[in-house]
Structures are given as structure tokens and as C-alpha cells.
């Protein structure tokens, strides 16, 4: 049976984006995220989950970053309907999570500039091969001014472009169990949700990330490019967690 809470949730969830639509439009700080989505089919509400962060493991500060991040993920999902199963046995899904932070390019110019070099022009000697009309071959040597010119050399790399970061989350789920007729384990849906721009804080982005993930699996997003604002109460339901 599904808990109460897992009803009155995704309940929640609705009210406070719809909130966001009236209430962003005010807000000082947005981000843009790429949301990128793949389905089988529309996630069905009431299943159980339970989460495995990608990667898990390493020094204290990852693990509590990998926590975080289940967390946000965890929230959202109870927006949607989803719950954690009580163990690992009675969950219906397995979600994956993934997130990170990397470098893309230097904004405000190119990254780097070509180097050119000019070259002389000067005279070179070509072999002209001709046919007369009574079908006699004939070879001649002509001489042909070649102009000055300018050629790429190579590249020289700017110091002081500004970087752009990209930060994302993706999040995908499948069968926590073979189909019984074939034995696979099928994937159900996947998204990722990126955001570039010149910020690689990632924690700040990662409640955004998670609001439009599940945003997107709701169906209010479709693929493409949105804004969010930090402080919209679809956020603020992600950051606040269960």
C-alpha cells in the first residue's frame, strides 16, 4: 500500500510550481539548464524506489555531497508520487544518480587566435602541356607571378578568457528486477539536466537541477533550454527536503 504521504506530496509539489510561475518572473537570480530527456513511456506515480549515487565512495566531503545530492533527488521524487521502499528487496525501481562539475570553454572571445605569417610572392616555373588541332603533343616551360600571401601558422591560446562551467545531474531509472520472460533489466527513463555558465558551484545548482529533472518527468518541460529561478518554491521544496 502506498503511504499517505506519497498522495499528498506530489499534491504539494503542483501548488508550489504553480506558485513559481506567477512568482519567478521577480526573481533577481536565474540559471539556464538544457534539459535532456529519454523515456519509455510517463513514469507511473506510487512506486517504490531506492536510490544509488553513481560513483559512491572516496573521502568524507564526496560521500556527504553524494548524500546531498540523493537527497534533493529523494524530495523531488516525492513530488511525483514516488517513495523510498523500506528496503531494497520491495523497491520497484532502481534510481541512478548521477552529478558532477567540468570545465567547457572561455566565454567573452575565442580561446585562441590563429598566428599568420606572410610569405613573398616571387615567380615559379610550370610545365604547360598543349595539343594541336592536327593532334601533335607539346610540352613548354612559362613562368607564373605568384602574389604575396598570408598563411596560418598555428594557434596562440588567450589567458585571459573567462571559463564556463557546466554542472549537471542526471538521473535515470530501471527495473529493480529481470523481466521474467527474458531476463533483462530494462531501463525506464532517463534525464539529464544541465547548466552552463560561469559558476562552478555546483551545490548551489544542484536543488535547480533536481526541481527541472522532475519537472521534466511530470511533463510541464520538454526538452530544450529553460530558466529557474533560485528562489522559486519548486526549489525551495527541493532544498527544504522530506
Known sequence: MVPAVAT??????????AASLAFSAGCATSYPV??????????????AHRIEVKGAGGDGGARLREAEAAGYVRTALSGRGFYEA????????????????????GEGGPDR????????????????????????????????????????IGYQQLVDAVPVYRKFLRVQAREARPQEKDGVTRDLW???????????DLRRYLPVLASVTMRS??????????????????????????
Not at 86 to 105: H, K, L, N, T, Y
Open 8 to 17: 499528498l506530496r506530489p499534491l504539494l509539489f503542483r501548488l508550489a510550481v
Open 34 to 47: 538544457k534539459v535532456e530527456a529519454a523515456s519509455a513511456g510517463r513514469p507511473a506515480p506510487g512506486l
Open 86 to 105: 523500506p528496503s531494497a528487496a520491495r523497491a520497484d525501481v532502481v534510481i541512478e544518480v548521477e552529478f558532477g562539475v567540468e570545465p567547457v570553454r
Open 113 to 152: 587566435v590563429p598566428i599568420y605569417a606572410e610569405l613573398a610572392g616571387g615567380v615559379r616555373e610550370e610545365t604547360v602541356t598543349t595539343t594541336s588541332p592536327d593532334g601533335k603533343v607539346s610540352t613548354e616551360t612559362v613562368r607564373v607571378t605568384v602574389p604575396p600571401r598570408r598563411e596560418v
Open 190 to 200: 532517463t534525464v539529464r539536466a544541465p547548466s552552463e555558465d560561469r559558476s562552478d
Open 217 to 242: 518527468l511530470a511533463g510541464e518541460v520538454g526538452s530544450g533550454e529553460v530558466r529557474v529561478a533560485e528562489d522559486a518554491p519548486d526549489v525551495a521544496f527541493v532544498r527544504r527536503g522530506l
